[in-house]
């Protein structure tokens, strides 16, 4: 059975770029997007997504303050937090706020959010990144 993903940005074309990674495997289905921090909490309580990816910078409220509710609702999820602004400041708050890994929109290759997928929801199977290393 595929593991359910929920996609939280507030960029639909973000939302759509992440969608599409994830519709082209079958091991996983997106099972929710939300563009704000409390449509996320409210599609969480009603689709208890196993992973998560979060954008830290949203209306209403941040990443950082949506994770730890996230974790309340679905303790099992695992977030992946998407960030423009990626320091160690904002790495240690996320990390403290229940997200497993942090991933720069600008640095790093969004595709990379597969191979942490794979980490943290498929423990079972042999890790291959989904992009190649430098």
């Known amino acids: ?43 969480a309580e009603k689709f208890h997504p196993e992973f ?12 950082i303050e949506v994770a730890p509710k996230l974790k309340s609702i679905c303790p099992k999820a695992s977030i992946v937090m998407l960030t423009a602004f990626k320091d160690v400041y904002l790495e240690q708050k996320a990390y403290k706020a229940g997200v497993s890994w942090v991933l720069s929109k600008t640095t790093d290759d969004v595709r990379k959010v597969i191979d942490f997928a794979r980490i943290l929801l498929r423990p079972d199977l042999p890790y291959e990144p989904a992009v190649a290393k430098a």
């Open 1 to 43: 059975m595929p593991k359910s993903i929920m996609i939280v940005d507030d960029n639909e074309i973000m939302r759509r770029i992440l969608r599409n990674i994830f519709e082209n495997n079958k091991e996983w289905t997106v099972c929710a997007e939300a563009d704000s921090g409390s449509d996320a909490l409210e599609k």
């Open 52 to 63: 998560v990816i979060l954008d830290f910078c949203m209306p209403n409220m941040d990443g």
